[in-house]
């Protein structure tokens, strides 16, 4: 909570391209543990998924950032199950609850913004 309301005091909010970025750099987290680990198998997993929160993002970016509130929470749900379904041994124990954590309240965060027409959720148009 701190770093969103830190980005709205500071107005790094104002601009559309703060939350997209963050979900680009929580999803590449999993890939850092996984080179930090030795696992090239994780890695190339890790990488996969990294590519899909990547495309979310931009999707978002481009057209609406109610995208990156579901995929924020997606993200947090996914570090619940991550630990199920991917072998990465870089990944701290404590990593997957403290990500939850953040992933759900920059989600409601960000969701507040939107809501509260703090930050306008759809893209504008650009002259052609």
């Known amino acids: 909570m701190t770093v969103s309301l830190l980005a709205t005091v500071v107005g790094f909010d104002r601009d559309r391209a703060l939350y997209p970025i963050v979900l680009i750099v929580i999803a590449s987290y999993y890939g850092l543990f996984a080179i930090m680990g030795g696992s090239m198998q994780a890695l190339i997993v890790e990488s996969g998924i990294i590519g899909a929160f990547v495309l979310v993002s931009i999707v978002a970016f481009k057209f609406n950032l109610w995208w990156v509130v579901a995929a924020l929470s997606a993200h947090g749900i996914f570090d619940v199950i991550h630990g199920h379904l ?30 509260g027409s703090r930050l306008t959720a759809a893209a504008r148009s650009q002259p052609t």
Request: proline letters at 10%; one cysteine or more.
């Open 86 to 115: 991917i072998s990465n041994p870089g990944v701290p124990v404590w990593w997957p609850m403290f990500c939850l954590m953040y992933d759900l309240t920059a989600a409601g965060y960000l969701a507040w913004l939107l809501s």
